[in-house]
């Protein structure tokens, strides 16, 4: 049976109203005094207090809240609280008037009649009785004469006051629930922009620690290359002495064999004679001292400079963050679990 047909309401605006007045926490008509959140929403004081109170367990004082913060449980918004707590928010005299009115037009006697729902079997009946065997509202007819007549049946008013309460905590577990997924989930968004800072950190260190190698290797290498230069000038230094007296010598040996062939075209004897010893002698002292130094063999190989690598770049492909702080963690771990022997009960050995 459809239980929710036999309720009989009135599409009027007062039923729209009735709505709007009613507290997302006890899910009954606000009851005085109603405070109004930063967030325009509204709640029962008592209502307030409650959520406050189910969301912060562990508050210092629970009778008297000062202080503190909780969430609106219809938008979330976060109400922050002064030092009078809840009892520090604004009271909506609004609202409390507005319930007041309601109060009245829903105590007029015609208008208790056409708000009651009736029941569908029994027209004349209004639903005043809960089965509990059924768990469904009925009326007093269907308890003796109906469907109900051998259920366990309980006034409506009990029952629905049992329920309310229920469900009211229902609520307040929910709100202090979301309440702490929030601050969760706070936590989380958190530790997410701490974690990016943390990173964007390290890559800038990462970063300056690869330049200062750069540095290093590049100095490293300007002071081998300096090195080379310096090794090339002074063989070519020694080289290029050695070619200017070389020259010179080719220079002295061609002037005496100029002045030999023009000897050898001598047709007097006397003349020749007169001449020819002295540039003999001369021409065996310019052998004699054709005997220059000379460059050692290998004496262009640059050999010397060659320079080992291997492992260097072995150690960089190989580099890697530290693990030292890894190990320290688990190393005290370890410590922490460990029990010593002599602190453990008997028995335990």
Same mark, same amino acid.
């Given at each position: 049976m459809d239980y929710n047909a036999d309720i009989i309401r009135d599409n009027n605006p007062m039923?729209?109203?009735?709505?709007?007045?009613?507290?997302p926490i006890c899910l009954e008509m606000f009851n005085k005094p109603v405070v109004i959140l930063p967030c325009q929403h509204n709640l029962c004081r008592k209502c307030a207090n409650d959520v406050f109170q189910a969301g912060n367990p562990y508050w210092p004082t629970r009778t008297s809240v000062s202080g503190g913060k909780f969430r609106c449980p219809t938008c979330?918004?976060?109400?922050?609280?002064?030092?009078?707590?809840?009892?520090?928010?604004?009271?909506?005299l609004l609202v409390e008037n507005i319930i007041d009115i309601y109060k009245q037009d829903c105590n007029r006697p015609e208008k208790k009649k056409e708000n009651h729902p009736m029941c569908e079997k029994h027209e004349d009946e209004r639903i005043n009785i809960y089965c509990?065997?059924?768990?469904?509202?009925?009326?007093?007819?269907?308890?003796?004469?109906?469907?109900?007549?051998?259920c366990e049946v309980s006034?409506?008013?009990?029952?629905?006051?049992?329920? &309310? %309460? *229920?469900?009211?905590?229902?609520?307040?577990?929910?709100?202090?629930?979301?309440?702490r997924i929030q601050t969760i989930i706070s936590q989380l968004e958190e530790s997410c922009k701490t974690l990016k800072e943390s990173s964007q950190r390290k890559r800038e260190?990462?970063?300056?620690?690869?330049?200062?190698l750069n540095r290093v290797i590049e100095e490293k290498k300007a002071d081998l290359v300096e090195r080379i230069s310096q090794a090339e000038e002074e063989k070519l230094n020694f080289a290029r002495s050695l070619i200017v007296k070389y020259q010179e010598q080719l220079q002295s040996s061609s002037d005496l064999l100029q002045s030999a062939l023009q000897m050898g075209e001598?047709?007097?004897?006397?003349?020749?004679?007169?001449?020819?010893?002295?540039?003999?002698?001369?021409?065996?002292?310019a052998s004699k001292g054709s005997q220059l130094e &000379? %460059? *050692?063999p290998g004496f262009e190989n640059m050999d010397q400079f060659t320079l080992d690598t291997e492992h260097v770049i072995e150690s960089l492909r190989s580099l890697d963050f530290?693990?030292?702080?890894?190990?320290?963690?688990e190393e005290e771990d370890a410590e922490e679990y460990e029990e010593p022997e002599e602190d453990r009960p008997e028995g335990q050995q």
């Amino acid at each position: 049976m459809d239980y929710n047909a036999d309720i009989i309401r009135d599409n009027n605006p007062m039923d729209s109203l009735e709505k709007q007045l009613i507290c997302p926490i006890c899910l009954e008509m606000f009851n005085k005094p109603v405070v109004i959140l930063p967030c325009q929403h509204n709640l029962c004081r008592k209502c307030a207090n409650d959520v406050f109170q189910a969301g912060n367990p562990y508050w210092p004082t629970r009778t008297s809240v000062s202080g503190g913060k909780f969430r609106c449980p219809t938008c979330r918004h976060e109400v922050i609280l002064d030092r009078h707590g809840v009892y520090g928010l604004q009271r909506n005299l609004l609202v409390e008037n507005i319930i007041d009115i309601y109060k009245q037009d829903c105590n007029r006697p015609e208008k208790k009649k056409e708000n009651h729902p009736m029941c569908e079997k029994h027209e004349d009946e209004r639903i005043n009785i809960y089965c509990i065997s059924c768990q469904v509202p009925t009326c007093s007819m269907c308890k003796v004469f109906g469907a109900h007549k051998d259920c366990e049946v309980s006034p409506l008013q009990n029952i629905y006051q049992t329920q &309310k %309460t *229920e469900l009211s905590g229902c609520i307040s577990m929910l709100v202090a629930g979301n309440d702490r997924i929030q601050t969760i989930i706070s936590q989380l968004e958190e530790s997410c922009k701490t974690l990016k800072e943390s990173s964007q950190r390290k890559r800038e260190s990462l970063n300056q620690l690869f330049l200062e190698l750069n540095r290093v290797i590049e100095e490293k290498k300007a002071d081998l290359v300096e090195r080379i230069s310096q090794a090339e000038e002074e063989k070519l230094n020694f080289a290029r002495s050695l070619i200017v007296k070389y020259q010179e010598q080719l220079q002295s040996s061609s002037d005496l064999l100029q002045s030999a062939l023009q000897m050898g075209e001598q047709t007097g004897h006397a003349t020749f004679l007169l001449m020819s010893k002295q540039l003999m002698n001369s021409i065996t002292e310019a052998s004699k001292g054709s005997q220059l130094e &000379k %460059t *050692e063999p290998g004496f262009e190989n640059m050999d010397q400079f060659t320079l080992d690598t291997e492992h260097v770049i072995e150690s960089l492909r190989s580099l890697d963050f530290s693990t030292c702080y890894e190990f320290e963690e688990e190393e005290e771990d370890a410590e922490e679990y460990e029990e010593p022997e002599e602190d453990r009960p008997e028995g335990q050995q």
